[in-house]
């Protein structure tokens, strides 16, 4: 299950623990959970059906003969069955359409701004940095040496 966080580095899983952060990652871990529904991969129509996730997004899943996705996550491992529901394991996390984008987060690591970082994470400015509003003004790096 933990192969579903491939695709998220491991900075941004250790960033999304901050404390300014915690609202995102709820936010995120919520968007996993579909309250009052207890689905089993077998009662999942052909075609296409809309969930409401705990955070009141909606997911959508697409069962095109027995291949079934969840926001374009297959189901890897279906009915894993919980003392409280059914699990449907993912192979891959996903987040609310038009929530957040980790690419600046991943490219100011990538060039080694760690201080940078630093001071975005206490100045509780992180969940700026990980808006998907594509307009976001030009971001100017001191350089660290």
Do not use: C, E, K, W
Request: aromatic content about 8%; proline content about 9%; hydrophobic content about 50%.
């Amino acid at each position: 299950m933990n192969s579903a966080f491939v695709g998220v580095t491991p900075f941004i899983l250790q960033y999304l623990q901050l404390p300014t952060m915690l609202p995102i990652l709820r936010n995120i871990v919520m968007y996993h959970i579909v309250p009052n529904t207890v689905l089993y991969s077998v009662n999942i129509p052909a075609g296409m059906m809309i969930l409401a996730a705990s955070n009141n997004a909606t997911l959508t899943v697409i069962n095109n003969t027995g291949v079934v996705t969840v926001n374009n996550a297959n189901i890897t491992q279906p009915d894993v069955l919980a003392a409280n529901g059914v699990i449907q394991v993912l192979n891959n996390v996903t987040v609310p359409p038009g929530t957040y984008d980790f690419g600046l987060l991943n490219a100011l690591y990538n060039v080694n701004a760690t201080a940078f970082l630093g001071l975005i994470a206490q100045s509780s400015l992180g969940p700026y940095f990980v808006s998907s509003v594509p307009s976001s003004p030009p971001l100017l790096l001191p350089q660290q040496n």
